[in-house]
């Protein structure tokens, strides 16, 4: 320790020395300083390359003196280089032999074939593709397919055939197809719009039979104010006339030994098959068949529709022979109908056609006006003595 000797001036407080703390050390006995010390192991998991830090990083450590030598100083080991990465980018220039290359793309590409190379969206000849062999006979399958379906008549539906021949309406076909209720030449189709020959043999399941009699038709006597279809205007349709209070007393189907019930499932499907003004009266048809809907209104139907009108005007001759045959409507030629006198002021029109309004507009082309209009007759079916605003069932045995 160094002492400072300072000169002293009276009235000068006393100097401090300072004190160096003990050193303190972890082990109080003495070392035995004949051996040289033992270093300590420290074992340390090794590391990754990439948690290493890099060289420039890390601190230089610490040297220690050479015991077993001349007591110098250990020379720092030199860093260690990392191993070099084959994925980094060597700055070495590379020599690649193209010769090698281009054989070993030339046998992979004889291998993977042209699949590895699509040609680009629409594969037009301008992209540079050719069409595969595979393309070729599928595009030469298809030409001939279109060219033999071109050659041959479409076949009609299998649900317009069974229209055709009678045996239900499109809708009811529709529904058996879906039940499985058809067979054609034996086998059971249920797929819709199937196309069949028209000659084909057509086979109906009994339960599309039982479900087809079940179906009823019903004969009302329209009242003045009621349209044949959809409620239109504020007027009300036809069909909320069909309830069991105007069930007509003298229905025969009444006084069976066993009469048909009415419920509402008979409401369901309903339709009227032909129209009647709503400011007339008379027979009109409802019907859940769609044989007996086909037959009243199809397009090759016919059927005679029996009117009785009340006119006013005067009528020549001439007229009279228009009516019957010589007028036409909304450009078309109307039908040949049977016009003649019921009395003074009524006239009786038979037709086999129903357009809309067609009796009024035929009489205002020969200058009659139309103060009244009611049909008695829809095939064989007569009105007769039913009530009006009251409905029976058709007969079974009755067929228009």
């Not at 050390?25 to 990754?48: C, F, Y």
């Not at 030199?78 to 070099?84: G, L, S, V």
Request: hydrophobic content about 30%; proline content about 8%; charged content about 30%.
């Amino acid at each position: 320790m160094t002492t400072l000797k300072l000169n002293k001036k009276p009235g000068d407080a006393p100097a401090v020395t300072a004190k160096k703390p003990p050193v303190r050390r972890n082990n109080a006995l003495p070392r035995d300083r004949s051996t040289a010390p033992v270093k300590p192991q420290r074992a340390e998991a090794p590391q990754s390359r990439d948690q290493q830090a890099p060289a420039a990083s890390r601190q230089e450590p610490q040297r220690q003196r050479n015991h077993r030598h001349d007591g110098g100083l250990h020379a720092p080991a030199p860093a260690r280089q990392p191993a070099p990465d084959s994925r980094a980018p060597s700055s070495r220039p590379m020599h690649v032999d193209a010769r090698r290359n281009d054989s070993t793309s030339r046998d992979r590409a004889d291998r993977e074939g042209n699949y590895r190379n699509p040609p680009r969206r629409g594969g037009k000849a301008r992209d540079g593709f050719v069409a595969s062999e595979f393309d070729k006979n599928r595009s030469n399958k298809e030409a001939s397919a279109a060219k033999a379906n071109a050659s041959q008549p479409e076949q009609p539906r299998l649900s317009k055939v069974m229209a055709e021949r009678g045996l239900c309406s499109r809708r009811e076909a529709d529904e058996w197809i879906a039940n499985g209720w058809v067979k054609v030449n034996g086998e059971v189709i249920e797929t819709l719009g199937t196309r069949i020959d028209p000659d084909a043999e057509i086979i109906i399941s009994s339960y599309a039979q039982e479900t087809q009699a079940e179906n009823v038709t019903i004969i009302l006597h329209k009242p003045v104010g009621y349209v044949s279809g959809q409620a239109e205007d504020g007027y009300e349709p036809a069909v909320v006339l069909v309830h069991p209070d105007n069930q007509w007393p003298d229905d025969p189907e009444l006084h069976k030994h066993n009469p048909r019930q009415f419920h509402r499932g008979m409401l369901r499907g309903l339709a009227p098959a032909g129209r009647l003004d709503i400011d007339s009266t008379g027979m009109l048809v409802l019907t859940q068949d769609g044989r007996v809907a086909r037959h009243l209104i199809g397009e090759d139907s016919t059927v005679e529709k029996e009117y009785l009108v009340r006119v006013t005007g005067e009528l020549s001759d001439a007229g009279l022979k228009q009516l019957n045959f010589g007028l036409s409507l909304d450009g078309e030629k109307l039908k040949p109908a049977k016009v003649s006198w019921q009395n003074e002021d009524q006239l009786r029109f038979v037709l086999r056609e129903g357009k809309k309004r067609q009796i009024r507009r035929m009489c205002e082309m020969v200058g009659l006006h139309v103060v009244g209009l009611k049909r008695i007759r829809i095939g064989s079916i007569t009105l007769g003595k039913l009530p009006v605003g009251q409905w029976r069932y058709l007969r079974p045995e009755e067929r228009f």
